[in-house]
């Protein structure tokens, strides 16, 4: 009974570590997530000028800005063309979501 307590903890604790580090990604490994994703703001070609932010995971304590607008600002854009996400962690103890603008 005590292993079955104890596999029942432990998979609770990677779920939920799982669902809270990694704040944009279309999948989650339970395991190991490596994700990218993307969205076209406008019609245009990808812009020449590009900046990206970072949140981060920490035994699933989640901080920084990965915010479009963050990432805008690091760049210098004034005009977004296109956004990319990369999403990448280990069972929510370490992970990273980074988030780039293009624009002008």
């Not at 799982?18 to 990808?46: E, H, W």
């Not at 990432?71 to 005009?79: M, P, S």
Request: hydrophobic fraction near 40%; charge should be positive.
């Amino acid at each position: 009974m005590n292993r079955f307590r104890f596999a029942l903890l432990a998979t609770a604790l990677v779920t939920v570590g799982v669902g809270c580090s990694m704040p944009r990604s279309p999948f989650q490994g339970g395991l190991y997530t490596d994700v990218k994703d993307g969205l076209a703001v406008n019609n245009g070609p990808i812009g020449t000028l590009s900046g990206s932010a970072e949140a981060r995971t920490i035994i699933g304590i989640t901080t920084g800005d990965c915010s479009i607008s963050a990432a805008a600002a690091k760049g210098n854009i004034k005009e977004i063309s296109h956004v990319d996400y990369h999403s990448w962690g280990i069972m929510g103890i370490y992970g990273t979501t980074t988030t780039t603008v293009y624009g002008k």
